[in-house]
């Protein structure tokens, strides 16, 4: 499968139309690759597509799946080790995986995971013909590996959704894959954010684009020192012309437009937080020569770490923080998973960057102006306001526009006369245009009412979509559907991209639930037919409520941590390390800790506790942490962890013990159970946690550990299953 995947890969780079029938149907839809005309909509068409590419997708795991699923049914009821070397298996994996892309392209690993379960398959093969097999199938992955690192035989050469067969710089990390291309013609005229009524000449840029979605510009930096007015033009410069000279934090300055702008007012110093190295080395070592090394100027101060834990640490103060069309979302991916989360744009991160503004200070976000953001972010400055009791959140708010582009300006003291006055030559000057406040009645709107409407809540229930202010428990910045409106399968008119993804990542789980059955499900039927014996049904539900609940825990307490941490990658890696290590501990050990129905049950009520313990007390523990040494952090990271995750591994080998020594014929049974509904977690937590949260996500987890304690009281003991 791995193989395939591969190929495929290859077969796309060497013909790119191949992928208007695969990939083009989920990626963002603003570039339009090969003039896609719209978006796709839900529908059998989508299903089918969402099908095929999952399907593609999961040839591995289909292969991998039924060779443990064997493994199991041949060491039933004494399945523990086997089920605990898979969960330290995996934990190894999660450890080995960033360093390993740190120094290898993720096509490479693909190929050299190829060969590793070759190796696998060679110590575990007896007969002639596997060993050959396997051999082969170990030279084919080696081949493979180095064919994907040593050419660009296995990248996709588009950028943006655009086909590119000459891309300048590819580079690979743990995190993403950081693209440079140059510009088409036209590219650089006139963008958003700058003044329509500028003149003089615009610096050449090249085009970086990070997992192809997330976007940023590399400047010329000869002409960027030559051409401030170039910079100071723009609408992200509106607040340094209000505190000019002043020491400014920027997140996310990718390619360095922002340092730009910031350096284009003498005296002013720049300490620039950006998350991906990578994107560092193009601007610093990769186009050195051509960018004249922006994170490297005079007053600029570069720190690679994730901006709001930088934000929630850092003991300086400032005059201005701002952040333009920066990403949050990690890992800014096309299609359902633009729906990942987003710390960056939380109250919580909000109260963060107000507590680092000097008196007078300005925080300014800037986002392309869709209606939902537009409001979203209008409402985060008033929920920010109200947290800290200002009376009058307006005389703080001001909202300037440029054609698709707004910034949302919010000040730790009130703008006073001077500044509007600024403000307004500025808007005049340059053409941009205020949002808030109104210019006249005629103007007053959405976004104004929002801040001027003494009941915040009935301003926010007023308009169709859901703009209330994203919380760390709820981060969902771009997910502006009501959760009642999603349950009714109905989306406000003109809903975007985003809240379209909704649509597919709901299509996506029926799809799964389907391929699960088929799968997973129908195989073992067509191969054994349904297990006999008296309690048939208990077993079944106990393998689904663990199956649901173990992703459902696992999904929401990671997610919860990953703050604590800072660096989402690592974050993701030392959490799913800690997961899995600690279940496959408790798997070795629950033949002694649950050798009865009622142990069993227990140990599911003490799963379902701790989950609950985790849901309140979790983010308490995390914020008093916050400021401790990276290595305390990870302990902190690793017990919290660990704990409900010991408890969780005892649960399948418990089970498959207590039902005896005929239980081989269920295993199966109970592996593919519970595969498809992990599965079916995997997304079903998503929706959970963007429509209520993920303190609701765990108590879902908790609960369905629950039920599984129930069901173990229905285990005929010592019989076939």
């Not at 892309?101 to 693909?110: D, E, M, R």
């Not at 101060?301 to 952040?323: C, L, N, P």
Request: aromatic share 10%.
């Amino acid at each position: 499968g791995a193989v395939l995947l591969l190929l495929f890969l290859g077969a796309v780079h060497s013909w790119p139309e191949l992928a208007r029938a695969t990939l083009a149907p989920f990626h963002q839809p603003f570039y339009k690759p090969f003039a896609r005309p719209e978006m796709a909509k839900p529908g059998w068409h989508m299903a089918m597509r969402l099908g095929a590419l999952a399907l593609g997708a999961g040839w591995p795991f289909f292969f991998a799946g039924t060779a443990i699923s064997g493994m199991l049914a041949e060491r039933a009821p004494k399945v523990a080790g086997a089920y605990a070397a898979t969960f330290m298996g995996s934990a190894l994996g999660c450890a080995v995986l960033p360093v390993t892309l740190t120094w290898i392209s993720a096509p490479a690993a693909l190929g050299f995971s190829v060969a590793l379960s070759a190796v696998a398959a060679l110590f575990f093969t007896s007969r002639k013909v596997g060993k050959v097999a396997a051999s082969l199938l170990l030279l084919l992955g080696m081949v493979l590996g180095v064919w994907a690192q040593t050419t660009d035989g296995a990248e996709i050469p588009f950028a943006r959704g655009r086909y590119e067969p000459n891309l300048l710089a590819v580079r690979w990390n743990a995190m993403s894959r950081v693209a440079a291309f140059a510009l088409p013609p036209g590219d650089t005229l006139k963008p958003f954010g700058q003044s329509s009524g500028y003149r003089g000449p615009s610096p050449k840029q090249i085009g970086l684009v990070v997992d192809d979605s997330g976007y940023t510009n590399l400047f010329d930096g000869k002409a960027s020192l030559d051409n401030p007015d170039y910079f100071r033009s723009n609408l992200v410069a509106l607040p340094h012309h209000l505190r000019p000279g002043g020491r400014a934090l920027v997140f996310g300055p990718g390619g360095g437009k922002d340092i730009w702008i910031a350096l284009a007012f003498p005296g002013t110093t720049v300490t620039a937080v950006e998350i991906n190295p990578q994107v560092v080395e193009m601007a610093e070592e990769v186009f050195a020569g051509f960018s004249k090394k922006p994170y490297s100027r005079p007053g600029v101060e570069v720190v690679v770490t994730d901006a709001r834990r930088f934000a929630a640490v850092d003991k300086g103060s400032y005059d201005i923080i701002a952040a333009s069309a920066v990403f949050g979302r990690m890992p800014p991916a096309a299609g359902a998973f633009t729906l990942s989360e987003d710390l960056l744009h939380t109250l919580e991160g909000f109260q963060d960057y107000w507590d680092r503004l000097d008196e007078g200070g300005i925080l300014s976000i800037t986002r392309f102006a869709y209606e939902q953001r537009a409001l979203r972010l209008t409402a985060l400055a008033r929920a920010l306001l109200e947290s800290q009791g200002v009376a009058e959140p307006g005389r703080h708010i001001r909202v300037v526009t440029d054609r698709g582009l707004a910034n949302v300006m919010v000040s730790k003291t009130p703008f006073d006369n001077g500044d509007d006055e600024k403000l307004t030559r500025l808007a005049d000057h340059y053409g941009f245009d205020f949002l808030y406040p109104p210019g006249s009645e005629a103007d007053v709107n959405q976004l104004t009412r929002l801040v001027d409407d003494p009941d915040f809540d009935a301003a926010l229930e007023a308009i169709s979509f859901d703009v209330s202010p994203p919380t760390d428990d709820r981060p969902f910045f771009y997910y502006t559907v009501r959760p009642r409106d999603f349950l009714s399968g109905s989306l406000p008119d003109r809903a975007g991209f985003d809240d379209r993804g909704a649509e597919v990542l709901r299509a996506a789980m029926a799809v799964m639930a389907v391929l699960a059955l088929l799968v997973l499900i129908l195989p073992v039927f067509l191969a054994r037919g349904l297990p006999r014996g008296r309690g048939l049904m208990m077993p079944l539900i106990f393998f689904a409520a663990i199956g649901l609940g173990y992703m459902m825990l696992e999904i929401g307490i990671m997610k919860r941590l990953f703050l604590l941490l800072g660096h989402p990658v690592y974050a993701v890696s030392a959490t799913l390390f800690a997961f899995l290590l600690g279940s496959g501990i408790g798997s070795l050990m629950a033949g002694r800790l649950a050798p009865t129905k009622k142990a069993l049950s227990l140990w599911m009520i003490a799963t379902a506790a701790l989950g609950c313990a985790h849901a309140i007390w979790g983010p308490g523990v995390a914020t008093h942490f916050m400021e401790a040494s990276l290595a305390a952090r990870v302990l902190v990271v690793c017990i919290s962890v660990m704990i409900p995750a010991f408890v969780m591994g005892i649960a399948f080998p418990g089970a498959a013990a207590l039902l005896g020594a005929d239980s081989a014929t269920f295993m199966p049974w109970a592996w593919a159970v519970n595969g498809a509904a992990g599965v079916a977690a995997t997304l079903g937590a998503v929706l959970i946690a963007m429509n209520w949260g993920f303190t609701v996500t765990i108590f879902a987890g908790a609960t369905l550990y629950l039920v599984a304690a129930l069901a173990v009281t229905g285990f005929a003991q010592g019989e076939s299953a």
